[in-house]
């Protein structure tokens, strides 16, 4: 119950594409919705991120939609570039800690 | 503003050793959480430090363990090391509990021979 489900595993897209990453919750308690992006070596970094009483946020080329009933939400990049190919991970917060959920992670490879 | 960082970055032990890492949250962040990754598990949550208590913790043995300091600064330690417990361990601070927002810091590679 308490899982994220992320798909794809693995995604391609060629230059100036959209690249869409989906996840999927059971557990209605998570009130918090982030995408973290991550390079070889690094850290996660925060992306964007949501709550459920919104249903899409865009920051540039980055889009959350939200699907409250569906227990869903989705990455979309826009135009997406070679600089954007990382692994994308979703999560999910837990009620009222700070116990980040993460979905297993999606390897974005963009061709130039 | 200087972001979240963690020392040191690799190691290398072997089993039976014990580990300690540090972290140190952005500043004015008072949570720190702490999370491993390793491929065939992903990222898994170990525990959460705040006000300098453990607020919450994952399914972890016990020989993981963890403290926070009155600077927000944390730390935390593997005992009896196992090969298993060669991942990426990275820490996240956040400004308060429960407001979302947390930033990672590049992690410390551990290698257990």
């Known amino acids: 119950q308490q899982q994220v489900k992320q798909s794809p595993q693995s995604l391609i897209v060629q230059k100036g594409g959209i690249s869409i990453i989906n996840c999927a919750y059971e557990?209605?308690?998570?009130?918090?919705f982030p995408w973290y992006q991550q390079f070889p070596g690094k850290g996660p970094a925060l992306l964007i991120a949501i709550r459920p009483d919104v249903s899409e946020k865009k920051e540039g080329r980055f889009t959350i939609s939200f699907n409250k009933s569906a227990k869903q939400f989705s990455l979309h990049i826009m135009d997406s570039q070679p600089g954007d190919s990382a692994t994308y991970f979703c999560?999910?917060?837990?009620?009222?800690?700070?116990?980040?959920?993460f979905g297993t992670g999606t390897l974005l490879a963009v061709q130039p | 503003k200087a972001g979240v960082t963690q020392t040191p970055r690799y190691l290398i032990k072997t089993r039976g050793q014990q580990v300690t890492l540090s972290c140190s949250p952005i500043s004015g962040h008072r949570s720190v959480s702490w999370y491993q990754q390793t491929p065939g598990q992903g990222l898994q949550f170990l525990f959460e430090y705040f006000s300098e208590t453990q607020r919450n913790k994952g399914n972890f043995p016990g020989r993981f363990s963890g403290r926070q300091f009155s600077n927000s600064r944390s730390e935390m330690n593997v005992s009896t090391l196992e090969l298993g417990d060669s991942a990426l361990y990275l820490c996240?601070?956040?400004?308060?509990?429960?407001?979302?927002?947390?930033?990672f810091g590049p992690g410390t590679r551990l290698t257990v021979l």
């Open positions: 996240a601070s956040s400004r308060d509990r429960g407001y979302g927002e947390q930033f």
């Open positions: 557990n209605t308690a998570f009130d918090y």
């Open positions: 999560a999910a917060l837990f009620g009222a800690t700070n116990k980040l959920i």
